[in-house]
T-cell receptor, first 112, second 113 residues
Framework: QKEVEQNSGPLSVPEGAIASLNCTYSDRGSQSFFWYRQYSGKSPELIMSIYSNGDKEDGRFTAQLNKASQYVSLLIRDSQPSDSATYLCAVNPRAAGNKLTFGGGTRVLVKP | EPEVTQTPSHQVTQMGQEVILRCVPISNHLYFYWYRQILGQKVEFLVSFYNNEISEKSEIFDDQFSVERPDGSNFTLKIRSTKLEDSAMYFC???????????FGQGTRLTVV
C-alpha cells in the first residue's frame, strides 16, 4: 500500500520563528507533491506544489523535494499565529492519473 | 478568484436513505474528484472523473456510490443507501491537468443517523 507519513505533532513554534515540517512517501515512482493547509473543520487549501528535486519558494513558504530519499519538506518562515493549522502532505503516485494520497497531517501551533 | 463550490454544506440523513452531494468545479478544469475525511482521520481518495467517465476509483467507492456530470457545470456524488460509517466530510476537487494542483471545495458534512 502506498503510504505518506507525517509526524502528527503538535509542532509548537514561537511567532516569527521557522516551522519545519517533514513528509516521507513510499512509492518511489511518485511524481507530484503538494502541501495543503487545513484549518479545523475546513477543507484543504493548496499552499505549494513541487515536481522536481530541490527547493521551491513562494512567499514565506519553501518546499523541498528529495526523490532519492523519498522525502518532501515544508518550511514556514516568520511564522504567524494565523499559520496555526494542520499541514497535509499529498502525493500523486504516478505520472498519469490524479489520485492524491494524503498523509495524516502535522498540526502546527504558532504561539505569540 | 475561481473556486470549487459544494452544496449543501451540511446534510443529515437517515441510514438507508439516498443522498446526492453537489459540486461545481472550477470552470476551465477538466479533472474532477471526490475525497472524504472521517473525523480525525486522513483525507481519502474516492474517485476521479475525466471526459465524462470515471478514470480511477478507490476500494471505498463501491456499488453504493456513483458520480455524474449531469450538465456542463455540476458534478455529483450519489450514495444510494447510506450507512452510519458514511458519516464524514466529503470534498469535491478539480484540476486543470493530470498530476497538477487540485483545488478543493469547502466540503459537505454528511451525518448518517
Amino acid at each position: 500500500q502506498k503510504e505518506v507519513e507525517q509526524n502528527s505533532g503538535p509542532l509548537s513554534v514561537p511567532e516569527g520563528a521557522i516551522a519545519s515540517l517533514n513528509c516521507t512517501y513510499s512509492d518511489r515512482g511518485s511524481q507530484s507533491f503538494f502541501w495543503y493547509r487545513q484549518y479545523s473543520g475546513k477543507s484543504p487549501e493548496l499552499i505549494m506544489s513541487i515536481y522536481s528535486n530541490g527547493d521551491k519558494e513562494d512567499g514565506r513558504f519553501t518546499a523541498q523535494l528529495n526523490k532519492a530519499s523519498q522525502y518532501v519538506s515544508l518550511l514556514i518562515r516568520d511564522s504567524q499565529p494565523s499559520d496555526s493549522a494542520t499541514y497535509l502532505c499529498a502525493v500523486n503516485p504516478r505520472a498519469a492519473g490524479n489520485k492524491l494520497t494524503f498523509g495524516g497531517g502535522t498540526r502546527v501551533l504558532v504561539k505569540p | 478568484e475561481p473556486e470549487v463550490t459544494q452544496t449543501p454544506s451540511h446534510q443529515v440523513t437517515q441510514m438507508g436513505q439516498e443522498v446526492i452531494l453537489r459540486c461545481v468545479p472550477i470552470s476551465n478544469h477538466l479533472y474532477f474528484y471526490w475525497y472524504r475525511q472521517i473525523l480525525g482521520q486522513k483525507v481519502e481518495f474516492l474517485v476521479s472523473f475525466y471526459n465524462n467517465e470515471i478514470s480511477e476509483k478507490s476500494e471505498i467507492f463501491d456499488d453504493q456510490f456513483s458520480v455524474e456530470r449531469p450538465d456542463g457545470s455540476n458534478f455529483t456524488l450519489k450514495i444510494r443507501s447510506t450507512k452510519l460509517e458514511d458519516s464524514a466530510m466529503y470534498f469535491c476537487a478539480s484540476s486543470y491537468r493530470e498530476g497538477t494542483e487540485a483545488f478543493f471545495g469547502q466540503g459537505t458534512r454528511l451525518t448518517v443517523v
